[in-house]
């Protein structure tokens, strides 16, 4: 047994430690460190984003779209990373550019931006920001844009195609036509909503207050209302008896009248749409769709039958009775 177990303790006391060459410390060394750096560098990165969406976050609060001048364009558009997709509309809005064009697009692209920034859907993935021509001028010659209006999506990676500049000249630049641009690029659905506009519900309510009041006033001599005499000489003097003649003041009030009718079924529309909008239907009462409501009905109602009252002095033969049955038949149907 010890002659047989002495070559093997000879094969093991021959036996010499391997030890890595000399040069590869360094080696080693350099790749620890790159690694290190490669780490520290996308922390850095990670960070410089996060400041940069918070920083867009807050300015978006603010105000749903903000300006920008060379250097925030260079620091949040052009210079990595981004993670977002920012539309910027590219204008001249000083009074000396003297650009109408211009104003109205900034309208429509404010109606847009605050739709996307009070809508459920709302993150940091869009962000809407404009350039002026007076204060950044240099970015108008980097992009060669020499018209404005000009709308441009900038994606988060790579540089802007050709189909990311807004054809404006084509399509035009109503806030629709921007938000399923801005779809089709970015794959984020904007609902326009648009500030309601009540300068014809103000007007028809100073008319009827106007009206009323001096009805309230002569409360005690109201017999001009029932006057026939006034209203035939009223009616002979701007409405033309026969079917084949018409006088131009009676051109006017046919117009008038359709133009009431019109606004009448206007405002029918309007609260018969807005009623079933849950959100319109929060920020407004049910109380002022029914007076809407009213409002347009009478207007159909009353002008319309001032309409027929003039087609029925002109043509006195005509079958109103048929007309009548045909229209409560498809009611009816």
């Not at 560098?41 to 609060?61: R, T």
């Not at 769709?289 to 033969?317: D, P």
């Amino acid at each position: 047994m010890g002659a047989r177990g002495a070559p093997s303790r000879r094969r093991q006391a021959g036996r010499r430690p391997r030890y890595l060459p000399t040069g590869s410390f360094p080696f080693l060394l350099l790749l620890l460190l790159l690694c290190i750096q490669l780490g520290g560098g996308q922390k850095k990165k990670e960070n410089l984003l996060a400041e940069k969406v918070e920083q867009l976050m807050e300015w978006s609060s603010r105000r749903s779209v903000f300006r920008m001048n060379g250097d925030k364009f260079r620091k949040f558009i052009k210079a990595p990373p981004r993670n977002y997709s920012m539309i910027v509309m590219f204008t001249a809005l000083q009074p000396q550019r003297q650009c109408s064009v211009c104003r109205l697009a900034n309208e429509e692209y404010q109606i847009l931006a605050n739709s996307w920034r009070y809508s459920s859907a709302f993150c940091n993935k869009l962000f809407f920001s404009k350039v002026d021509y007076d204060e950044g001028t240099d970015i108008f010659q980097q992009l060669n844009i020499n018209s404005a209006p000009t709308f441009m999506h900038f994606p988060p990676k790579g540089r802007p195609k050709r189909a990311d500049t807004f054809d404006l000249q084509r399509i035009g630049f109503g806030a629709e036509q921007l938000a399923k641009w801005i779809a089709d690029r970015t794959d984020v659905h904007i609902r326009v909503f648009r500030p309601p506009n009540y300068s014809g519900t103000i007007a028809l309510a100073l008319l009827v207050s106007l009206v009323g009041g001096l009805l309230y006033l002569r409360r005690n001599n109201l017999e001009f209302i029932y006057n026939k005499t006034g209203w035939a000489m009223v009616s002979l003097s701007y409405i033309h008896g026969s079917s084949q003649v018409q006088f131009v003041a009676e051109s006017h009030i046919i117009l008038v009248l359709n133009a009431a009718i019109t606004m009448g079924m206007v405002l029918l529309n309007e609260a018969a749409t807005s009623k079933g909008d849950v959100g319109k239907r929060r920020s407004k009462s049910l109380c002022w769709y029914l007076f809407i409501c009213l409002v347009g009905l009478g207007l159909v109602v009353f002008f319309f039958s001032f309409l027929l009252s003039i087609f029925r002095s002109k043509y006195h033969g005509y079958p109103y009775s048929k007309e009548f049955s045909f229209f409560f038949s498809f009611l009816i149907k």
